[in-house]
C-alpha cells in the first residue's frame, strides 16, 4: 500500500497547505515533563534483576509452591530496585535495610489487616516516621520509604500463609538480591569505584577533544558539565567506600590520588575551552590510556600535563577518621530535624495517605489499597517535581494496564507469566535512568501479573490498578501540589545563593598564593552550580507560572557558570606566570560576588562596585558585571526570592 507521502506528494495543494501551518510549539514545561533522559544501558543490572525476581518464582513454580516464590520475588523486587551504582558495601546495605524494613512493614501491616480504622491511624503514624527517616540519607530513603510500601500492602489484603512467613520469604528474597549483586565483588572488589574514576577521565578526555575541534558550542558544553558530573560521581563513590574500609584500601588510596592529580588538568581545559586557545594533541590520547589501564586493572601510567611535561603520580590521600556511633546517630537527628522543608515534606506525604485511607474505607474497590500504595510512591522524598510524577505516574500506569491486559491475554496463564515478569524486572533497571514514568510503564505490568500469577483474576487485576492508580495520582495532585502555597513559589533561589556563596569561597583561595584548599572549593563551587542546574531542570517540568519563572532563572544560571570559569582561568594564569592580582583588588571582586547573593536574597539590585582594572582579573569583572546585570534585569526571575 502506497505511503501517505507517496500519494500526496510536494507541490500538491494539501501538502502545500500543511507545511506552510504554523503549528503551534509544545510549551517547555510539557517537553520537559514528557522527554526522557538519556542514559547508557546497564545491562549488568538487567539481567541481575531478571534473575533476582523470575529465578524464586520459577523455582517455586516448578515445585508446586508458588506462593512461597511470590513473597521472594517481591523482596528480590525490592532490592532490584533499590540497587543503584555505587561501592558495592553501599549498594549492599541499601539492599538489605530495603529487605529488613519491607519485611518490618509487611509484619506491621499484616498485625493490622482487618482491624478498620485502626488501618488508617497505624499508616498514618508510619507514613511520619517514613517522611522522617528519609531525609537522612538515600540508604534511609530507600528504606524508610520501603517500610511504608509494604505496610500498605499487607495492611490491604489477606494472605493464604500463616502470619510469620511472609516477612521471612520478603526477607529472603532481599538478601537473594543482594547476594547477586555482591557476586561481582568477587572478581573486582573495587569495581564500581574504578568505573567511576574511568568514566570521569573519558569525560575529560572528551572536553578537551571538544575545545581542540570545531564543535558546536553546547555540545562544548554539555561535556564540560559531563566532566562536573562524573568528577562529583567519582568522588562520592570513592568517599562512601572509603567510609567503610576506613581508607585502607590501597585502591582507594590511588584512585583517590588520580582524581586529585587531575585538577590541574581540569582547570586548564576550562581555561582552555573559554579563552579559545588549542589544548595540546597528547592530552586527550593519554588520559585515555590511563583510563584503559585502569579499567584493565594494569600499571597505569603518570597523568599528562599541559606543557608536555606528566603531571606526576598520584598524590597521597590523607586517613579517614570513621565518626563515633555517637557522632552518627547526632548527625542522622540533625539531618531529620533539619528544617521547615522537611517538616513540609512529613506533613504532605502523612496527609495524602490520609486522605487515601479514608478513601479505600468509605469508598472500597477491588484493591483500594493500590490508591495509599501509589500516593507513596509518587510523594518521594527526594523534594523534586510532585507535579511531573504524579503525571508521569499516571500516564505511565495506563499504558502498564493495556501491557499487562495484553501479556495476560495473550500468554497462557502459567511458566509464561514467570518469563514475562523477568522481562519486565530487567527492564526496570533501564527506565528509572530516564524517566519515572517510564519506570511505572513497567512496573505495573510487573505487578499485575504477579498478582494475577497468585490469585487470577483476568482483566479485573488490570482494571483495578488503573481505577485505583489514577485516585492516587489524583489524590496527590489536590492535597501533595495545588493545595500547597510553597508549590507556586521558586526553589530555585536557596541553590542559586549557594552557588553564589561557593564561587566566591572558589575565587579567594583561587586568586591568593596561598589557596591550599583550591581543588577542593573549585569542586565544590561546580558541584553547587551541578544541583542548581539540577533544580532548576525540575521546575521546567512544572505547569505554569512555576516553570515561567524558573526560565527566567537561565541567564543567570549561565552567568554563574561563566563567572565560575573566569575565576578558573585567572588562577591558571597565576600559575603560568602572571603576576599575581593585588589582594585587595581580589577582595573587591569577592565582595562582588558575594553581593549576588545578597541581592536575590533581599529583592534588591547588586551594589556598584568599583570593580579593580587589574589584567588578571579584568575577565572576572566583566563576566561579575554581566552577572549584576542579569539580576537587576526587568524579568522576574529574582521575583521568587528564597521562598
Same mark, same amino acid.
Given at each position: 500500500?502506497?505511503?501517505?507521502?507517496?500519494?500526496?506528494?510536494?507541490?500538491?495543494?494539501?501538502?502545500?497547505?500543511?507545511?506552510?501551518?504554523?503549528?503551534?510549539?509544545?510549551?517547555?514545561?510539557?517537553?520537559?515533563?514528557?522527554?526522557?533522559?538519556?542514559?547508557?544501558?546497564?545491562?549488568?543490572?538487567?539481567?541481575?534483576? !531478571? &534473575?533476582?525476581? /523470575?529465578?524464586?518464582? =520459577? $523455582?517455586?513454580? +516448578? @515445585?508446586?509452591?508458588? *506462593?512461597?516464590?511470590? %513473597?521472594?520475588?517481591?523482596?528480590?523486587?525490592?532490592?532490584?530496585?533499590?540497587?543503584?551504582?555505587?561501592?558495592?558495601?553501599?549498594?549492599?546495605?541499601?539492599?538489605?535495610?530495603? !529487605? &529488613?524494613?519491607? /519485611?518490618?512493614?509487611? =509484619? $506491621?501491616?499484616? +498485625? @493490622?489487616?482487618?482491624? *478498620?480504622?485502626?488501618? %488508617?491511624?497505624?499508616?498514618?503514624?508510619?507514613?511520619?516516621?517514613?517522611?522522617?527517616?528519609?531525609?537522612?540519607?538515600?540508604?534511609?530513603?530507600?528504606?524508610?520509604?520501603?517500610?511504608?510500601?509494604?505496610?500498605?500492602?499487607?495492611?490491604?489484603?489477606?494472605?493464604?500463609?500463616?502470619?510469620?512467613?511472609?516477612?521471612?520469604?520478603?526477607?529472603?528474597?532481599?538478601?537473594?538480591?543482594?547476594?547477586?549483586?555482591?557476586?561481582?565483588?568477587?572478581?573486582?572488589?573495587?569495581?564500581?569505584?574504578?568505573?567511576?574514576?574511568?568514566?570521569?577521565?573519558?569525560?575529560?578526555?572528551?572536553?578537551?577533544?571538544?575545545?581542540?575541534?570545531?564543535?558546536?558550542?553546547?555540545?562544548?558544553?554539555?561535556?564540560?558539565?559531563?566532566?562536573?558530573?562524573?568528577?562529583?560521581?567519582?568522588?562520592?563513590?570513592?568517599?562512601?567506600?572509603?567510609?567503610?574500609?576506613?581508607?585502607?584500601?590501597?585502591?582507594?588510596?590511588?584512585?583517590?590520588?588520580?582524581?586529585?592529580?587531575?585538577?590541574?588538568?581540569?582547570?586548564?581545559?576550562?581555561?582552555?575551552?573559554?579563552?579559545?586557545?588549542?589544548?595540546?594533541?597528547?592530552?586527550?590520547?593519554?588520559?585515555?590510556?590511563?583510563?584503559?589501564?585502569?579499567?584493565?586493572?594494569?600499571?597505569?601510567?603518570?597523568?599528562?600535563?599541559?606543557?608536555?611535561?606528566?603531571?606526576?603520580?598520584?598524590?597521597?590521600?590523607?586517613?579517614?577518621?570513621?565518626?563515633?556511633?555517637?557522632?552518627?546517630?547526632?548527625?542522622?537527628?540533625?539531618?531529620?530535624?533539619?528544617?521547615?522543608?522537611?517538616?513540609?515534606?512529613?506533613?504532605?506525604?502523612?496527609?495524602?495517605?490520609?486522605?487515601?485511607?479514608?478513601?479505600?474505607?468509605?469508598?472500597?474497590?477491588?484493591?483500594?489499597?493500590?490508591?495509599?500504595?501509589?500516593?507513596?510512591?509518587?510523594?518521594?522524598?527526594?523534594?523534586?517535581?510532585?507535579?511531573?510524577?504524579?503525571?508521569?505516574?499516571?500516564?505511565?500506569?495506563?499504558?502498564?494496564?493495556?501491557?499487562?491486559?495484553?501479556?495476560?491475554?495473550?500468554?497462557?496463564?502459567?511458566?509464561?507469566?514467570?518469563?514475562?515478569?523477568?522481562?519486565?524486572?530487567?527492564?526496570?533497571?533501564?527506565?528509572?535512568?530516564?524517566?519515572?514514568?517510564?519506570?511505572?510503564?513497567?512496573?505495573?505490568?510487573?505487578?499485575?501479573?504477579?498478582?494475577?500469577?497468585?490469585?487470577?483474576?483476568?482483566?479485573?487485576?488490570?482494571?483495578?490498578?488503573?481505577?485505583?492508580?489514577?485516585?492516587?495520582?489524583?489524590?496527590?495532585?489536590?492535597?501533595?501540589?495545588?493545595?500547597?502555597?510553597?508549590?507556586?513559589?521558586?526553589?530555585?533561589?536557596?541553590?542559586?545563593?549557594?552557588?553564589?556563596?561557593?564561587?566566591?569561597?572558589?575565587?579567594?583561595?583561587?586568586?591568593?598564593?596561598?589557596?591550599?584548599?583550591?581543588?577542593?572549593?573549585?569542586?565544590?563551587?561546580?558541584?553547587?552550580?551541578?544541583?542548581?542546574?539540577?533544580?532548576?531542570?525540575?521546575?521546567?517540568?512544572?505547569?505554569?507560572?512555576?516553570?515561567?519563572?524558573?526560565?527566567?532563572?537561565?541567564?543567570?544560571?549561565?552567568?554563574?557558570?561563566?563567572?565560575?570559569?573566569?575565576?578558573?582561568?585567572?588562577?591558571?594564569?597565576?600559575?603560568?606566570?602572571?603576576?599575581?592580582?593585588?589582594?585587595?583588588?581580589?577582595?573587591?571582586?569577592?565582595?562582588?560576588?558575594?553581593?549576588?547573593?545578597?541581592?536575590?536574597?533581599?529583592?534588591?539590585?547588586?551594589?556598584?562596585?568599583?570593580?579593580?582594572?587589574?589584567?588578571?582579573?579584568?575577565?572576572?569583572?566583566?563576566?561579575?558585571?554581566?552577572?549584576?546585570?542579569?539580576?537587576?534585569?526587568?524579568?522576574?526571575?529574582?521575583?521568587?526570592?528564597?521562598?
Amino acid at each position: 500500500m502506497p505511503s501517505w507521502r507517496h500519494t500526496h506528494p510536494a507541490g500538491h495543494p494539501l501538502m502545500d497547505r500543511l507545511t506552510d501551518v504554523d503549528w503551534p510549539t509544545p510549551p517547555e514545561w510539557l517537553v520537559a515533563l514528557v522527554k526522557p533522559k538519556s542514559a547508557p544501558i546497564p545491562w549488568p543490572s538487567a539481567a541481575r534483576a !531478571a &534473575v533476582a525476581v /523470575a529465578g524464586p518464582l =520459577a $523455582i517455586c513454580w +516448578a @515445585v508446586g509452591e508458588l *506462593g512461597y516464590g511470590l %513473597f521472594l520475588a517481591m523482596g528480590a523486587l525490592s532490592g532490584a530496585v533499590g540497587d543503584r551504582r555505587g561501592p558495592y558495601r553501599v549498594r549492599a546495605l541499601q539492599i538489605g535495610l530495603s !529487605a &529488613v524494613f519491607g /519485611a518490618s512493614g509487611f =509484619a $506491621i501491616g499484616e +498485625a @493490622v489487616y482487618g482491624h *478498620g480504622w485502626t488501618v %488508617f491511624v497505624v499508616l498514618c503514624a508510619v507514613a511520619l516516621l517514613a517522611s522522617m527517616g528519609s531525609v537522612a540519607g538515600s540508604i534511609a530513603a530507600t528504606s524508610s520509604m520501603q517500610a511504608l510500601n509494604f505496610t500498605i500492602i499487607a495492611s490491604g489484603r489477606a494472605f493464604p500463609l500463616p502470619a510469620w512467613q511472609p516477612p521471612v520469604l520478603f526477607l529472603a528474597g532481599g538478601l537473594w538480591s543482594m547476594s547477586l549483586t555482591l557476586l561481582g565483588a568477587l572478581r573486582d572488589p573495587v569495581s564500581p569505584e574504578r568505573r567511576a574514576v574511568v568514566g570521569y577521565l573519558n569525560a575529560l578526555a572528551d572536553l578537551v577533544d571538544a575545545v581542540s575541534t570545531d564543535i558546536d558550542p553546547k555540545e562544548r558544553e554539555a561535556r564540560r558539565r559531563a566532566v562536573t558530573d562524573t568528577l562529583n560521581a567519582a568522588y562520592d563513590a570513592l568517599l562512601a567506600g572509603r567510609v567503610r574500609s576506613g581508607g585502607r584500601h590501597a585502591s582507594f588510596r590511588h584512585f583517590m590520588g588520580l582524581l586529585n592529580a587531575s585538577t590541574p588538568l581540569v582547570e586548564s581545559t576550562v581555561a582552555a575551552m573559554r579563552s579559545g586557545a588549542p589544548p595540546p594533541g597528547h592530552v586527550a590520547p593519554a588520559l585515555r590510556e590511563v583510563a584503559a589501564a585502569l579499567l584493565a586493572r594494569r600499571t597505569t601510567p603518570e597523568l599528562p600535563g599541559w606543557e608536555g611535561e606528566p603531571a606526576g603520580p598520584a598524590g597521597s590521600v590523607a586517613r579517614y577518621r570513621h565518626p563515633s556511633v555517637r557522632e552518627r546517630v547526632r548527625g542522622r537527628i540533625d539531618q531529620m530535624l533539619s528544617g521547615p522543608r522537611t517538616w513540609h515534606f512529613a506533613l504532605r506525604l502523612t496527609i495524602c495517605i490520609a486522605v487515601a485511607e479514608v478513601v479505600r474505607q468509605l469508598v472500597p474497590t477491588g484493591r483500594s489499597y493500590w490508591i495509599a500504595l501509589t500516593v507513596a510512591m509518587v510523594l518521594n522524598s527526594d523534594f523534586g517535581s510532585v507535579f511531573a510524577r504524579a503525571v508521569q505516574r499516571a500516564a505511565g500506569t495506563v499504558v502498564g494496564v493495556a501491557i499487562g491486559a495484553a501479556v495476560l491475554a495473550l500468554i497462557p496463564h502459567g511458566f509464561g507469566d514467570v518469563i514475562a515478569i523477568g522481562v519486565l524486572a530487567s527492564l526496570l533497571p533501564i527506565a528509572i535512568q530516564r524517566q519515572y514514568g517510564m519506570f511505572a510503564t513497567f512496573l505495573t505490568p510487573l505487578v499485575i501479573l504477579l498478582i494475577d500469577l497468585f490469585n487470577p483474576h483476568g482483566w479485573t487485576t488490570a482494571s483495578d490498578r488503573l481505577i485505583d492508580g489514577c485516585i492516587g495520582c489524583g489524590i496527590v495532585l489536590v492535597f501533595g501540589y495545588l493545595l500547597w502555597p510553597e508549590t507556586f513559589a521558586s526553589r530555585i533561589g536557596p541553590y542559586f545563593v549557594g552557588a553564589v556563596e561557593g564561587i566566591a569561597a572558589y575565587a579567594t583561595a583561587a586568586l591568593q598564593s596561598d589557596g591550599a584548599d583550591r581543588g577542593a572549593l573549585r569542586r565544590a563551587a561546580y558541584r553547587r552550580l551541578s544541583d542548581l542546574r539540577t533544580v532548576f531542570q525540575q521546575a521546567l517540568a512544572e505547569p505554569p507560572p512555576v516553570s515561567r519563572r524558573a526560565s527566567a532563572w537561565w541567564p543567570g544560571i549561565v552567568a554563574l557558570e561563566r563567572l565560575t570559569d573566569a575565576v578558573t582561568r585567572a588562577a591558571i594564569s597565576v600559575d603560568h606566570g602572571a603576576p599575581a592580582p593585588p589582594p585587595e583588588g581580589v577582595h573587591t571582586l569577592v565582595v562582588g560576588i558575594s553581593d549576588l547573593a545578597t541581592a536575590v536574597t533581599q529583592s534588591q539590585r547588586p551594589r556598584q562596585l568599583d570593580l579593580p582594572a587589574d589584567p588578571i582579573l579584568d575577565d572576572i569583572a566583566t563576566e561579575l558585571r554581566t552577572a549584576g546585570k542579569i539580576i537587576a534585569g526587568p524579568d522576574d526571575a529574582q521575583s521568587g526570592v528564597i521562598e
